[in-house]
């Protein structure tokens, strides 16, 4: 196929999320020729940091900029586009109440600003996280509301953008979804090791059970073998956010084995297809040809 006519617009949070998520799919795209472009609402604020990294920087914010800036070269993305939100940080925190906070804003302000995107780089695909953002943290079911109601509003005449574009309308909407049987491989690995699943992560504020317990449809398996390594170096990139032993070790093993696809359920057009498709432009006839 063809993708030289392909555009893809990823809207997403924080810089990792476009490698640790969906990484695979998009230098796939991009090696194949289409147009990959990326909006990240925020600069990754409030991630952990460890201090020696910190050495000759003046913020968490230029690091993790830095950061998706490396792995956006390695993923060979065409544009990389900030919203100029804060990162909101995991719920209950104060951060969640800061009023540059992705999670505080109006969902119709900052869909206005990702209208303005979706009209001016015309993608046939747009891509966000689920509905429960991949583990339920606040900016990413933020961004998730907004993309859904910016997917709607950028096709529709009356509704007047930032930037006073002209009106587009995508012809798909994928959201990313985790694979369960990943997640079920690592509760069973951090159980087997004698930690708590339902107490993940460095704040132990993520519940892998509940999260393994919400399942989503998957439409579009997207097959990414040709491109881990790419991918692995993109993930290399994110140092701050563990990005190094993701790609190496026994975790970068495992993530070999078990997560040769990245999968998506389609959440527009509502006609759904019947099996998994292996393409996220399957069918569609202004791409190829
Ligand atoms: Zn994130």
Known sequence: MNYQHATILSVLAHPDDETFGMGGTLALYAKNGANVHLICA????????????MMGHTSIAEIRENELRCAAGMLRLNGVHFLDYRDSGMEGSPENQHPDALAAQPVE???????????GLKPQVVLTFDPIGGYRHPDHIAIHNATVMAFKLAGDAKFVDPEKREPFQPERLYFHTMSKGFLKVVIFMLKVTGKDPSKFGK?????????????????????????????????????????????????????????????????YPSEVPTRPIKDLFEGMDTVSR
């Open 109 to 119: 302000a900052v869909a206005a600003k990702v209208v303005s995107y979706i009209r």
């Open 42 to 53: 925020t600069r990754g604020e409030v991630g952990e940091m460890p201090p020696e990294m």
């Open 203 to 267: 704040n132990q504020d993520i519940d892998l059970e509940s999260i393994a317990r919400v399942t989503f449809p998957v439409h579009a398996k997207i097959n990414y073998s040709s491109v881990v390594d790419i991918r692995d170096r993109a993930s290399a990139c994110h140092a701050s956010q563990g990005g190094k032993q993701m790609a190496g070790g026994i975790q970068g093993v495992l993530r070999k084995v078990f997560q040769s696809n990245e999968t998506f359920m389609q959440a």
